[in-house]
């Protein structure tokens, strides 16, 4: 219902000339256009009832940000996403927030991954000094997700005198204009925003923290399995637009007097990528009726999803361009534009190797 | 067959090395090296460098002023100087028009344009795509009317890489709207600043400009900037495609990107260690070493059929298809060797004069943006679809 509502929005009030507007603006998306989003209920969606949300199952979820690839929104529902996941584990005061979230007005972002993390959950270098009535973080936090645009941050930190042990990650909520904040916004190659953050004696007091101390890691595995389904998502969003678009283009685009569609080497690879497409779209169903299974049943699809995303959408991305030739590399065109989110993809939450790994790892499907 | 160089291909790969070590300017390396935009002002003092010790036209006959190096001579030259980090050369004039002129223009276009090529008073580009000419190049549109000792051009080009540098293109025209498309083409040879010429940038899916679309509206050309006989520009063409297939492999290229990747993945860090040593990332780059040592004696095998005077077949087309596909493979790990710091995109921090802090890694800004923009090997040049075209007609007897 939301997911359909969100699909006639990008239909209509969604062209990629928009898009490329509120990529190119200052903020990096409109404001008034995830005022909207907000009141149509699609930030809602993402979240459970008991968080003042819509919906927040892994259809749910998968559903909305189908609709999100599709338009290549821009507006920040991912970070938001991110940072209402952890709040949603947090105080009632937290959980007022996701609220505001909720309703446009407040943005969040997850300030979890660092300069030499990799893809590594666990590596977390950031620490919180324990004062009489709070704590003091320092460290710095790398591609933090429309972190240029957040009033707060969640961020993860090691509390200091405890040993650099995954059990030790705790997760603190910051407001992004405290002292000792410093970010610095670029864009990304795909036309997203993303900042990397310096923490600086940045002082918080005891109740910034989200959940328990030590909670932190088990947190962040639950809001990076609902980021990475939401990507995935996503990217069959960006698969279907990129594939509707090529199909098209082999259908009217003429050489040597026939429809270029007619040759059947090009039937073949169309072939391919739409039975990808399928294969992808079943590893977005597996993933989300897994998403609040036990952790390692969650995991298992969850990575099983993501290898498969990076692996078959870049080959459904550069296929997309090259069946268009030419054209297909244009900025003007929007196929380019579709096949670079499909392929940065694979750099948020762990790329095809790191997810085979995991898999391997976690053993046998649950 | 012999996979050794003879001692004198020996002495001039050193000779070529202590060339690039001594001559090739280092800001022009570390440009090529972090993937910096290049300048024309860069391309053009490259050119002149290499001019300055014939190493420029060194494929040319004697003739015309080269050093006519043979093909295993070419081979070395390129991958002495991409292992140096040279700017590849500007190939319009100098590879593409030059050996047409060569062999089919008039002794005064001889004369007139070669010099001007190896000196660098010219910037040539090509004038080939239509929009509805792609990979059907010989149902090209834009015509060439007589009239008098002139040639009224009318029509637009595109995908023309550099023609916001140039000075002049050369272009297939229609001269003829009768029998087989083909017999209607003219190889012609246009001054950009006639009046009626317009070049219009084609901005890339990364942002960059490096093509354009040219038009052309009642464009005066002497008919002396004919290149050989009207109606004959298909054959012009043609022969240019299949006998430039020095340098088509890229095999240069390859072992440079390659090697720089390396570095790259010495530097990136996973769960405390350098990427390098972690077995997921080394298979794939080991994969991508086992296809580069294959298509390296795989290009010295046709080069040298080449040297030995056997006529160009197919085997320029599989080295295009599975040259292109291997430098962007390599172009893909790299992005992958990023991790997240793939993503960071700053534009302005391409050209010279950025004193910004890197995000990142230092090296990292460019490396996505090359990832996509190398998309176009396989399209440009006769698309690899193109190409197993050729292989399959020219090599099944189906």
């Given at each position: 219902m939301l997911a359909d509502m969100a699909g006639r929005f990008v239909r209509e009030q969604y062209p990629i000339d928009t898009r490329h507007e509120h990529a190119a603006a200052e903020l990096g998306f409109s404001r008034e256009s995830w005022a909207e989003m907000a009141e149509l209920g699609l930030i809602g969606a993402l979240f459970r009832e008991e968080n003042g949300g819509f919906g927040g199952t892994g259809f749910d979820i998968a559903l909305m940000f189908e609709e999100i690839g599709r338009g290549l929104v821009v507006e920040p529902f991912l970070a938001n996403l991110l940072g209402g996941t952890a709040l949603a584990h947090g105080s009632d005061s937290q959980k007022e927030i996701v609220e505001a979230v909720i309703g446009g007005e407040t943005l969040l972002a997850f300030a979890h991954g660092e300069p030499t993390g990799r893809y590594d959950l666990a590596h977390v270098h950031t620490t919180a000094k324990p004062t009489a009535d709070g704590y003091v973080l320092n460290g710095n936090k790398s591609v933090v997700i429309s972190g240029d645009s957040a009033d707060f941050l969640v961020v993860s930190a090691l509390i200091e005198?405890?040993?650099?042990?995954?059990?030790d990650v705790t997760l603190f909520l910051v407001p992004a204009d405290q002292d000792g904040v410093h970010r610095r916004g670029y864009p990304t190659i795909d036309g997203y925003r993303a900042a990397e953050i310096a923490l600086k004696d940045v002082v918080v007091p005891a109740d910034a923290m989200i959940g328990a101390k030590g909670q932190g890691l088990s947190i962040v595995h639950d809001v990076v399995a609902r980021g990475t389904l939401a990507v995935c998502a996503e990217a069959l969003g960006a698969i279907d637009a990129a594939i509707d678009l090529t199909l098209e283009y082999l259908k009217t685009r003429k050489q040597f007097g026939v429809p270029i569609g007619k040759f059947q080497a090009l039937q073949h690879r169309m072939a391919d990528m739409m039975t990808e497409r399928e294969q992808i779209r079943s590893g977005v169903i597996n993933a989300a009726g897994h998403l609040d299974a036990t952790a390692g049943e969650r995991d298992w699809h969850i990575s099983a999803l993501k290898n498969l995303v990076g692996r078959s959408g870049r080959m459904i991305a550069e296929e997309s361009i090259q069946m268009h030739?030419?054209?297909?590399?244009?900025?003007?065109?929007?196929v380019g534009h579709y096949a670079k989110r499909i392929v940065m993809i694979d750099h948020l939450f762990g790329d095809v190797d790191y997810h085979l790994e995991r898999i391997i790892k976690l053993g046998k499907a649950a | 067959m012999d996979l050794n160089y003879t001692a004198e291909e020996l002495a001039f790969q050193q000779e070529v090395r202590a060339f690039m070590e001594e001559k090739l300017p280092k800001r022009l390396a570390d440009k090529v090296k972090h993937h910096k935009r290049l300048t024309k002002e860069d391309m053009v003092e490259w050119h002149a460098i290499l001019n300055s010790a014939g190493y420029l036209t060194g494929h040319w006959p004697k003739a015309f002023g080269?050093?006519?190096?043979?093909a295993i001579e070419r081979t070395i030259f390129d991958e002495e100087m991409t292992a140096a980090n040279g700017p590849r050369q500007v190939?319009?004039?100098?590879?593409?028009l030059a050996p047409v002129l060569m062999a089919f223009g008039s002794p005064e276009q001889q004369q007139y344009y070669l010099p001007r090529i190896a000196d660098g008073q010219d910037f040539w580009c090509q004038g080939y795509s239509e929009p509805g000419a792609g990979s059907d190049l010989a149902s090209l549109k834009m015509t060439a009317q007589r009239d008098g000792d002139h040639y009224v051009l009318n029509g637009q080009k595109t995908w023309t890489t550099l023609g916001q540098y140039a000075n002049k293109i050369f272009c297939l025209v229609r001269t003829n709207k009768e029998g087989k498309p083909q017999e209607g083409i003219s190889f012609i040879l246009v001054d950009m600043d006639t009046p009626g010429v317009e070049v219009r940038p084609i901005i890339l899916l990364e942002g960059t400009h490096e093509v354009n679309e040219v038009w052309f509206t009642d464009v005066r050309v002497p008919v002396e900037n004919l290149v050989g006989e009207e109606n004959k520009g298909w054959t012009y063409a043609k022969y240019l495609l299949v006998h430039e297939r020095s340098g088509i492999a890229g095999v240069g290229a390859a072992m440079a990107g390659l090697s720089y990747l390396r570095e790259i993945a010495q530097d990136q860090q996973k769960d405390g260690k350098p990427l390098l040593e972690d077995p997921f990332f080394a298979a794939r780059l080991s994969e991508i070493e086992i296809d580069l040592a294959a298509m390296r004696t795989t290009n010295l095998r046709i080069t040298q059929a080449d040297n030995d005077g056997a006529p160009p077949g197919p085997e320029t087309s599989m080295l295009k298809v599975k040259g292109t596909v291997l430098r962007q493979s390599i172009n893909d790990l790299t992005r992958r060797a990023l991790g997240p710091y793939a993503m960071p995109f700053v534009s302005e921090a391409l050209d010279a004069g950025y004193n910004e802090e890197p995000i990142g890694p230092d090296y990292a800004n460019p490396i996505a943006g090359d990832y996509f923009n190398h998309r176009k090997t396989s399209i440009y040049g006769g698309s690899n679809e193109v190409q197993r075209n050729i292989i399959s007609k020219m090599m099944m007897g189906l």
């Amino acid at each position: 219902m939301l997911a359909d509502m969100a699909g006639r929005f990008v239909r209509e009030q969604y062209p990629i000339d928009t898009r490329h507007e509120h990529a190119a603006a200052e903020l990096g998306f409109s404001r008034e256009s995830w005022a909207e989003m907000a009141e149509l209920g699609l930030i809602g969606a993402l979240f459970r009832e008991e968080n003042g949300g819509f919906g927040g199952t892994g259809f749910d979820i998968a559903l909305m940000f189908e609709e999100i690839g599709r338009g290549l929104v821009v507006e920040p529902f991912l970070a938001n996403l991110l940072g209402g996941t952890a709040l949603a584990h947090g105080s009632d005061s937290q959980k007022e927030i996701v609220e505001a979230v909720i309703g446009g007005e407040t943005l969040l972002a997850f300030a979890h991954g660092e300069p030499t993390g990799r893809y590594d959950l666990a590596h977390v270098h950031t620490t919180a000094k324990p004062t009489a009535d709070g704590y003091v973080l320092n460290g710095n936090k790398s591609v933090v997700i429309s972190g240029d645009s957040a009033d707060f941050l969640v961020v993860s930190a090691l509390i200091e005198g405890d040993q650099p042990n995954e059990e030790d990650v705790t997760l603190f909520l910051v407001p992004a204009d405290q002292d000792g904040v410093h970010r610095r916004g670029y864009p990304t190659i795909d036309g997203y925003r993303a900042a990397e953050i310096a923490l600086k004696d940045v002082v918080v007091p005891a109740d910034a923290m989200i959940g328990a101390k030590g909670q932190g890691l088990s947190i962040v595995h639950d809001v990076v399995a609902r980021g990475t389904l939401a990507v995935c998502a996503e990217a069959l969003g960006a698969i279907d637009a990129a594939i509707d678009l090529t199909l098209e283009y082999l259908k009217t685009r003429k050489q040597f007097g026939v429809p270029i569609g007619k040759f059947q080497a090009l039937q073949h690879r169309m072939a391919d990528m739409m039975t990808e497409r399928e294969q992808i779209r079943s590893g977005v169903i597996n993933a989300a009726g897994h998403l609040d299974a036990t952790a390692g049943e969650r995991d298992w699809h969850i990575s099983a999803l993501k290898n498969l995303v990076g692996r078959s959408g870049r080959m459904i991305a550069e296929e997309s361009i090259q069946m268009h030739g030419g054209i297909g590399m244009t900025w003007e065109y929007a196929v380019g534009h579709y096949a670079k989110r499909i392929v940065m993809i694979d750099h948020l939450f762990g790329d095809v190797d790191y997810h085979l790994e995991r898999i391997i790892k976690l053993g046998k499907a649950a | 067959m012999d996979l050794n160089y003879t001692a004198e291909e020996l002495a001039f790969q050193q000779e070529v090395r202590a060339f690039m070590e001594e001559k090739l300017p280092k800001r022009l390396a570390d440009k090529v090296k972090h993937h910096k935009r290049l300048t024309k002002e860069d391309m053009v003092e490259w050119h002149a460098i290499l001019n300055s010790a014939g190493y420029l036209t060194g494929h040319w006959p004697k003739a015309f002023g080269g050093l006519e190096w043979n093909a295993i001579e070419r081979t070395i030259f390129d991958e002495e100087m991409t292992a140096a980090n040279g700017p590849r050369q500007v190939p319009f004039g100098l590879n593409m028009l030059a050996p047409v002129l060569m062999a089919f223009g008039s002794p005064e276009q001889q004369q007139y344009y070669l010099p001007r090529i190896a000196d660098g008073q010219d910037f040539w580009c090509q004038g080939y795509s239509e929009p509805g000419a792609g990979s059907d190049l010989a149902s090209l549109k834009m015509t060439a009317q007589r009239d008098g000792d002139h040639y009224v051009l009318n029509g637009q080009k595109t995908w023309t890489t550099l023609g916001q540098y140039a000075n002049k293109i050369f272009c297939l025209v229609r001269t003829n709207k009768e029998g087989k498309p083909q017999e209607g083409i003219s190889f012609i040879l246009v001054d950009m600043d006639t009046p009626g010429v317009e070049v219009r940038p084609i901005i890339l899916l990364e942002g960059t400009h490096e093509v354009n679309e040219v038009w052309f509206t009642d464009v005066r050309v002497p008919v002396e900037n004919l290149v050989g006989e009207e109606n004959k520009g298909w054959t012009y063409a043609k022969y240019l495609l299949v006998h430039e297939r020095s340098g088509i492999a890229g095999v240069g290229a390859a072992m440079a990107g390659l090697s720089y990747l390396r570095e790259i993945a010495q530097d990136q860090q996973k769960d405390g260690k350098p990427l390098l040593e972690d077995p997921f990332f080394a298979a794939r780059l080991s994969e991508i070493e086992i296809d580069l040592a294959a298509m390296r004696t795989t290009n010295l095998r046709i080069t040298q059929a080449d040297n030995d005077g056997a006529p160009p077949g197919p085997e320029t087309s599989m080295l295009k298809v599975k040259g292109t596909v291997l430098r962007q493979s390599i172009n893909d790990l790299t992005r992958r060797a990023l991790g997240p710091y793939a993503m960071p995109f700053v534009s302005e921090a391409l050209d010279a004069g950025y004193n910004e802090e890197p995000i990142g890694p230092d090296y990292a800004n460019p490396i996505a943006g090359d990832y996509f923009n190398h998309r176009k090997t396989s399209i440009y040049g006769g698309s690899n679809e193109v190409q197993r075209n050729i292989i399959s007609k020219m090599m099944m007897g189906l």
